[in-house]
Structure formats: structure tokens, C-alpha cells
């Protein structure tokens, strides 16, 4: 049964301006179900070919020109990557057509597809990111309409995710769109095949990884580490590697949809302050089946309890922008004295600061980061702190509590 994405009528919209559209993400999160429902609804409907499959790949990357005569537009090309050359021709085309809609392409490697994208068609793609359902999209509540934010977060709460433990059940499994179906497959069997495709696929093949063994150690380590300031030196270490390789190999997660590195805040502020991004993970159970949280009411009370609540909650504000087809304005605030605030989203030359907490009954001394903030930003706005409060309610004029479950 399909599920309804935030990103349908943004992915139509964006449709009508743009000749070509480039959905991206991780593998397993729906793209090519997402653009097969929209393709199916389209007059004529939207021709489709997977490069997965061997036929059409060799075809596509030996003759580019032939491929594009067998398969006409309008067209969906499903794993674009695995024939760059591909990208050229359609150039060609869509420049001589003049006409928007015509190719609809699908990539799960962003470091291999975004040199061929900004070589062969900047100016005329428009690029959007899917991951993960969102709490909205998997419980089906009203589309907010608007990416989350602390002054419209929408208060009516998920009743399913109410409570410590429906919270974390969710964070353990994770957000897929195979688990939300009735044949779901055991979560440790998903995360566990789904790891291996990604290295073997994505890493061996793509990325030219030769230690694999090597790499997922340091896939380890670095889950172990979610939520935390990225110190690619400690990691670097532990995994027995150079920092190079690190660095490296942590650009390779990032631009496989696999990490966001979370950048500081000092733009006009205080310049005393910590400049190193932070790490989290963009789906939470791989953070869990990496580090051996497999029970969820175990996980919500383990030593990184508080560091998956936090990633899990700056995901899904992610996912709030990216499923509305735009970027996410995010940042972290942190001075070398010790004051820090989670999270801040920066609209229209305004800081929404947010606390992330791991309690069910916040009080005042939680916002004294906020309150700090204030202090060296004139142009802060509404703030929040998310957390498992089973209610939404003002903790004083220009900060609200926040349930997990508004988000």
C-alpha cells in the first residue's frame, strides 16, 4: 500500500520549471516508489527504466544516445549513477526540446552523481533530497505545510509516539518505509542487509573502497559518537587509520546520506566559540544496530540515551525541510566556556533557538543556553525545548516545551 509523501507536490511543482529533476537520498526510503506513483498519474504516463538492471545500464553507458531513443520521455531513470555518461546526452536533448518534465532521475551516491549534475546540467535540474518517513507521513497527520520551526511547530501531538517508550521504539527500529508494512522484516535482518548492500554496493564498487573491514569499524565508531562534537583525530585513532583516511571516508557518509555534520553558529557573535561540526546520524536505528541498542526500553535508559533522542529529533527537523523541497537552515551554538544550544534554525535573519532534553518535565534552568544566546543575538526569535513531555504548554513568553511527538 502506498504511502503519501511530504514531497509529492513539490516534486510536480518543481516538474513544470525544470527540464530535467534529480531525486537523491539513501537507498531503501522510496524514491523510485515515490516517482512511480507520480508518474502513473501523469497524461501520457511517465515511462520508466531501472539502471539496476543489466540490460539497460550496459545499453546506457555504451551507447547514451540509442538508450535515449529507445526510452522517450517523459522518462524516469531510476539509479542515474550507475551510467554518467548518460547525463551529457540528456543535456543535449532537453536544450534542443526546451520543454520542463522531461526527465525525472533517481541517485543514491551523491559523490559520484553531483560532479556529472553540475558538469553536465547545471541550470536546468532541480534537485531534491528524500529520506526516511517523517513522524507525519508515517502517522498520517495533517501536512503542517511548513518546515518545523519553534514559533509554528503545529502542537497537535501524535498520540502513538506519547511517552518515552513509543518514542524510542521508533528510534531503535528506525524510519524506513519497509517497517511500516505488514510483512516488515526483522529490524536487525533489515539493518544488517542493508549495510551490507550499502558497502558492498555502494563502497566496493563506486567509491573504490578496498578495506571494507576497515571502514566499518570506523562506521562503528562513528555511530558510537552520534550527537557528539566530530573529532576525526579520536576517531581517526581508534579505528587505526590515518586522519586523511578519515576525513575521507567520513565525506563519503556524508554525501551517501548516511551522516549530517551539523555546523557551529558564530556569524555576528561571540568569537570566542567552538568552530567543529557535530555528528548525527540521518536514520537512527542504523545508529542503534551499530552500537548494539536493540531494545528500545533498554535504549531509553542506556548511556546514549540522551545522544539518540537528540538525533533522532534534529533528523526529523531535517527531514521537515528536505521533504518540502528545500534546504535545511540549521546550526549548533556552543562557546568555549561551555554554553550550548542543540540546535538553531536560522529563517529570514532570525535565530529559533532549540534544546533537545531527555526529561519528561523541563524547568526553567534547561533554557539557561537560551537565555545565553540571547545575550549576544539581538534577532532571536521564539525558542523550544523538545523533549518527552506528554503536553505542550509555555514555559515563559519566548520558549515552549515541545513534545517529541509535535515535531
Known sequence: M???????????????????????????????????YLG????????????????????ANEDPALFLERYKPPLTIDEIQYAPGLLQRIKVL????????QYWLTG???????????ESLAGRVAIIKLLGLSQT????????????????????????????????DRIVRGTFPRFIHKDSPPVQTFHGSYLETYIERDLRTLAKIINLSAFEQFLKLAAA??????????????????????????????????VYLL???????????????????LDTGLVCYLTGWQNADVASHGAMAGNLLENYVVSEIIKSYWHCGREAPLWFWRTKEGHEVDLIIEEEGTLFPVEIKMSMMPDKNMARNIRHLKKFSKNTGQGAII???????PLNREINIVPVSCV
Open 387 to 393: 523533549c518527552l513531555s506528554e503536553s505542550s504548554y
Open 225 to 258: 559518537k552520534a550527537g557528539n562534537m566530530l573529532n576525526l583525530s579520536e576517531l581517526a585513532r581508534d579505528a587505526q587509520i590515518a586522519v586523511s583516511t578519515a576525513k575521507e571516508w567520513m565525506g563519503i557518509l556524508e554525501a551517501s546520506f548516511q
Open 40 to 59: 502513473r498519474k501523469e497524461s501520457p504516463r511517465r515511462n520508466y527504466v531501472s539502471l539496476d538492471e543489466f540490460g539497460p545500464q550496459t545499453l
Open 108 to 118: 543514491s551516491q551523491h559523490f559520484t552523481l553531483m560532479q556529472g549534475i553540475s
Open 94 to 101: 532537453v536544450d534542443r526540446s526546451k520543454k520542463n518534465g
Open 137 to 168: 507521513e508515517e502517522y498520517r497527520k495533517a501536512d503542517p505545510g511548513e518546515p518545523v520551526r519553534p514559533d509554528r511547530v503545529p502542537f497537535s501531538q501524535i498520540k502513538k509516539l506519547t511517552g518515552p517508550g513509543h518514542v524510542f
Open 2 to 36: 502506498y504511502r503519501h509523501r511530504s514531497l509529492e507536490p513539490h516534486i510536480q511543482k518543481l516538474s513544470r520549471s525544470f527540464p530535467v529533476l534529480l531525486l537523491t537520498g539513501p537507498r531503501q526510503v522510496g524514491k523510485t516508489t515515490l516517482l512511480e
Open 263 to 281: 555546523k557551529p553558529y558564530f556569524r555576528n557573535l561571540s568569537k570566542r566559540q567552538i568552530k567543529t561540526p557535530k555528528l548525527y546520524f
